[in-house]
């Protein structure tokens, strides 16, 4: 059945081998408060990270730079190495005029990425072979990818099996990006090798014309070293951006591949169209691979990289009921990656014993399957014991989550696509509703938002209007205004100070003008009941064909497998648009929108100073306490969507050991 929004995973087998303004840096001082920095900006300057004390070097034309040599630090405790780690891994960060440039560029600079990525595995003493060992599982998209790698570790983790998953972005700390058996790695084991793979990269930069891997590209080698050392029996990689010439790409011989939900993200990169977004995640797949589960519509590129398709249909409704456990994260999108990480698994525990020619020999003829309706399904049915109790103890902050504290509820989901904030939409809706009728008072509703990048705002914004919040607070993904109060974890040096507080100004702004042309609408008599019925719409015209997915012709290579979780969307411009319209304006509440510095101040805004547990990690100040809006309500229900560094940072403030 079609489903709203998205289009539909799958599982792939492949048959053969192949391998503006003043910049400012943070320099990050200890202090004595836990975990925390002072942070003083450097205009144009160049710091050089060594093993020790960081050390300014005086003027550059680029914010940062990495020095060859290494000084042994004099501070031995786990978590000081591992914030030195952090402030050098930083350093590695791309500074906006190089994102710049790499847009500009993006056609012949990412054809070099690979070659790269296989030069620096080589320089920290790992071969492609090493990570052919590691029985990848490959997974891309642009929504969902988490969940689904979180959902089949969880499984796999069940079977008795030691795991690993590379995940981006990290919520809290850069070590959540990398995570043993569910858990992300202790700070002593990121440092030890963090310093080690520095050390060799470092060592060999001068004899490769002065290489160095980015900040994704070093994690991604990072990962890699962890899980060889470690000797995972599994190693999960979530693509970082695109498919095709992402980092992640570097594996040869994955067992299994998955692509999850494609939607407009990463346009200025991947380019400005789904056929163009799909190209580049369905490049993920290896020619090789026995298995991959992919999307719909995505016949015509599977065949031209050779990978057969499957359709995986999500989980039932019925199949949730009969498991009574549910599944570990919530939201009806979660049926959807939960059918894919089954599927993902089952392959995997088929395959990984067997050696590369076994799994080819394996594959099949599929030639036959020519268009969509030819592309054989596979159920996801009769769920074992050990995918039950996966699925329901499946964990993965910062996605539809849920914090209850006295007198405030918090809802948690980083959704930053149209698809993605319409299914968190109708997530807080329903589960916010529930509540408010289970507490029988009057409740206040409260959005925190903040939205990054080129991303197309007003869209995400029309659908949230539909929530009946009184409140807006609007901020940049700053946790405090006070420097010694953040982490290097949270620091970014690839956006201008200037322009991430200009966003944010431009969000709040978008949101009033919005109330504002709804509030006019209303009263016009052209308004019409039938599109403004208080959800998205779930008529015919809401689910088209997969014909807008095609984009590249047929070959004639042989294709391995792809399992489709069988869910048909319509991403247009024009579905967002209606999606946006469908509230009642004479029904919006009287509300308050304002603008803060960071994090902090919005949240002691929106919870009215409700919850005091947060205050004691950072300053409060005189204004923040009087920022009051009058409301004296029992409860407040306070959303937190947009950017997932923005979910990130409200988590820090009110779990911060969430890593413990």
């Known amino acids: 059945m079609a489903a709203r929004g998205f289009v539909h995973s799958a599982v792939a087998f492949q048959r053969s081998s192949g391998v503006s303004g003043e910049r400012a840096i943070g320099r990050f001082v200890p202090c004595a408060r836990a975990k925390r920095f002072t942070c003083r900006l450097l205009p144009y300057t160049e710091v050089s990270h060594t093993r020790g004390p960081v050390r300014q070097r005086g003027m550059a034309s680029t914010p940062v730079a990495v020095s060859n040599q290494t000084v042994p630090s004099a501070r031995s405790s786990a978590k000081t190495k591992y914030e030195e780690a952090v402030i050098t891994l930083n350093s590695l960060q791309s500074n ?100 080690d793979v520095y050390e060799k990269l470092m060592s060999t930069k001068e004899q490769n ?44 011989k994955p067992i299994v591949c998955g692509i999850s939900s494609l939607d407009l993200d990463h346009t200025n990169l991947l380019g400005h169209t789904l056929e163009d977004i799909a190209w580049h995640k369905e490049g993920s797949r290896y020619h090789g691979s026995p298995a991959r589960i992919t999307i719909v519509g995505h016949l015509n590129r599977a065949k031209e990289i050779g990978s057969p398709l499957y359709v995986a249909p999500p989980l039932t409704q019925e199949e949730l009921c009969a498991q009574s456990q549910g599944l570990g994260i919530a939201g009806d999108r979660q049926r959807y990656n939960a059918a894919l990480a089954v599927q993902l698994c089952r392959v995997w525990l088929q395959n990984h014993s067997k050696s590369y020619e076994e799994r080819l020999r394996a594959l099949g003829d599929q030639a036959a399957v020519t268009s969509v309706s030819d592309i054989p399904h596979k159920p996801t049915t009769d769920l074992s014991p050990e995918m039950v109790t996966g699925l329901s103890q499946c964990r993965w902050p910062g996605r539809t989550q849920t914090i209850f504290r006295p007198g405030v509820t918090y809802y948690l989901d980083g959704a930053h696509t149209t698809d993605s904030m319409q299914q968190c939409v109708e997530w807080f809706q329903q589960v916010a509703s529930k509540e408010q009728a289970q507490l029988g008072v ?144 004479s029904t919006l509440p009287p509300y308050e929108s304002a603008q803060f510095p960071c994090i902090a101040s919005a949240l002691r805004w929106a919870t009215q100073n409700k919850d005091m547990s947060f205050l004691t990690a950072v300053s409060v100040t005189d204004e923040d306490l009087n920022l009051r809006t009058g409301r004296e309500v029992p409860h407040i229900q306070v959303l937190v969507t947009g950017s997932l560094h923005l979910v990130g940072g409200v988590l820090e403030l009110l779990i911060p050991d969430m890593n413990e």
Request: with cysteine; glycine share 6%.
């Open 96 to 195: 906006a005029e190089a994102i710049r440039k790499s847009i500009q560029n993006r056609s012949e600079s990412r054809k070099h990425n690979i070659p790269n990525m296989i030069n620096y595995l080589q320089r920290v003493g790992l071969s492609v072979d090493d990570i052919d060992s590691l029985c990848v599982i490959h997974v891309t998209g642009t929504k969902g990818k988490g969940s689904t790698c979180a959902f089949a570790e969880s499984i796999l983790r069940q079977y008795g099996y030691k795991t690993g998953i590379f995940s981006s972005p990290h919520l809290i700390e850069a070590r959540e990006r990398i995570r043993i058996d569910g858990r992300p790695v202790d700070r002593d084991l990121f440092s030890t090798c963090f310093w």
């Open 209 to 252: 014309n002065g290489s160095m891997p980015h900040y994704f590209g070093f994690l991604t080698v990072m990962a890699f070293y962890v899980f060889v050392r470690e000797k995972v029996d599994v190693a999960l990689l979530e693509v970082g951006i695109g498919g095709e010439y992402d980092s992640t790409n570097v594996v040869r």
């Open 442 to 585: 009057d409740v206040c509703r409260a959005l925190v938002f903040n939205m990054t990048g080129d991303r197309p705002v007003s869209f995400l914004l029309k659908l949230l209007q539909g929530c009946g919040f009184h409140m807006a607070a609007f901020c940049p993904n700053i946790v405090s205004t006070i420097s010694s109060e953040n982490i290097p974890d949270q620091m970014n040096l690839t956006v201008e100070q200037e322009t991430v507080m200009k966003k944010s100004v431009r969000n709040r702004k978008a949101w009033d003008q919005l109330f504002a042309l709804r509030t006019r609408h209303s009263s016009s008599p052209s308004s019409s009941p039938d599109r403004l019925n208080g959800r998205a719409p779930n008529s015919p015209s809401a689910v088209t064909s997969p014909n807008h997915l095609n984009g590249h012709a047929p070959t004639e290579s042989p294709a391995p497998e792809l399992i489709l979780n069988g869910e048909l969307g319509d991403h247009s411009s024009e579905k967002a648009r209606k999606d946006g319209e469908a509230c009642d304006p």
